[in-house]
């Protein structure tokens, strides 16, 4: 048997980690022969909720669940893990303004980004799923030196799947047929799903929808995806959440298909003319659990701006979280 992987996961006694915990301590993750403990961060007066999954946890016998620890303090959650997955952030709420969400969270990934950096294994990697995702992943990055800044990745896999599912919907055709689909910017309602460079069937994809629908039809509808299941559920997606949490985070660390790419937000290396910092998505690709973005895409006009637009938008909020003296 292998040794177990520990893996924290920080917002455990929430919505998103009801499903992500089960399906990490059933081995979706990582696969059947993996062993992993987990690691759960709570604030403390979620620590009793906590220990309620703690208890279905253990009530599913999951023969790969080596161990729980639960906590609210994150140096001592993080210590030795491998694995991160930062789930717990502050929603906004009513009247908040967005210089309050940032400054919220800020309280959250500042702290937890040294935790990071002070007590994690030397091999950590960590996926931020909290909201506003990809600053949060910078603002955990930029305060954790000694950590290599491409362990830093926030999570669009969500939004890259939603566009899988819509596309293979709208041509009539199995999820497994889509390839080659790319999110790029933020996650937020600018993001960019392309479909460009997608291909269905073997077929390229633009030869099968219109560019009216693309703009009218397909853009709004993978961008307010969020929106739209909160009006019909009474509450933000948590299991497709987790479900993307988890693909993320087993092709990061077991590699993605030959024959496809996947979106992953990962510190821009100005690749695409995206500023160089910020955590942005691309298209990736995974081998040897090192991503590479893909390189040599042709971006047409119409995908420029809409690139531009949301990269300038991952501009203003580090201005903003900089400004706030959260990063450097
Ligand atoms: P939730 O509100 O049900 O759970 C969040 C949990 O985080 C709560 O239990 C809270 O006590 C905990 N928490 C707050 N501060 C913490 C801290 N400092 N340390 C540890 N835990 C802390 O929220 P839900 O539905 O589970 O969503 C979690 C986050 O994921 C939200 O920010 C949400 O916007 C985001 N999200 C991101 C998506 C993406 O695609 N990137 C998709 C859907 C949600």
Redesign the pocket.
């Known amino acids: 048997m292998k040794s177990p992987v520990r893996v924290a996961v ?2 455990a ?5 009801y499903s992500l915990l089960f399906r990490i301590a059933s081995g979706s993750m990582l696969g059947p022969d993996q062993p992993v403990e987990l690691r759960l ?3 403390t007066p ?1 620590l009793k909720a906590l220990e309620g999954v703690v208890m279905e946890l253990d009530d599913c016998a999951f023969p790969l669940l080596a161990g729980v620890q639960i906590g609210d303090d994150a140096n001592q959650v993080f210590d030795g893990v491998n694995l991160a997955c930062l ?5 906004r709420t009513k009247g908040m303004e967005r210089g309050d969400l940032l400054e919220a969270n800020g309280a ?1 990934f500042k702290p937890q980004g040294r935790a990071l950096n002070d007590h994690a294994a030397d091999d950590v990697r960590v996926l931020i ?3 506003p ?1 990809n600053t949060n992943a910078l603002i955990a990055m930029s305060n954790a030196p000694d950590i290599p800044r491409e362990r830093f990745n926030a ?1 669009t896999r ?2 890259h799947n939603r566009a899988v599912a819509q596309l293979a919907a709208k041509t009539g055709s199995s999820v497994n047929d889509v390839k080659h689909l790319s999110i790029w910017g933020n ?1 937020s309602a600018t993001q960019y799903p392309d479909v460009f460079h997608a291909t269905v069937g073997g077929r390229p994809a633009p030869e099968l929808v219109d560019q009216a629908w693309l703009e009218s039809d397909f853009l709004p509808r993978v961008q307010q995806r ?1 929106a739209a299941i909160i009006e019909a559920r009474g509450a ?3 299991a497709s ?1 987790a479900n ?1 949490t988890v693909d993320h985070m087993r092709d990061w660390v077991l590699g993605t298909a030959e024959d496809d790419w996947v979106s992953m937000s990962v510190p821009s290396d100005g690749s695409y003319g995206v500023p160089e910092g910020i955590i942005s998505s691309f298209p990736c690709t995974v081998s040897g659990g090192a991503y590479s973005i893909v390189q040599g895409l042709d971006v047409n006009d119409f995908s420029r701006g809409k690139i531009d637009a949301s990269t300038a938008e991952l501009v203003e909020e580090r201005e903003a979280v900089r400004s706030l003296g959260l990063i450097d």
């Open positions: 920080t917002g006694a929430g919505q998103i980690c961060l709570e604030i979620a789930v717990g952030a502050r929603p959250i799923t909290g909201n995702a999570l969500l939004d996650h969020g933000s997606s948590a959440a993307a």
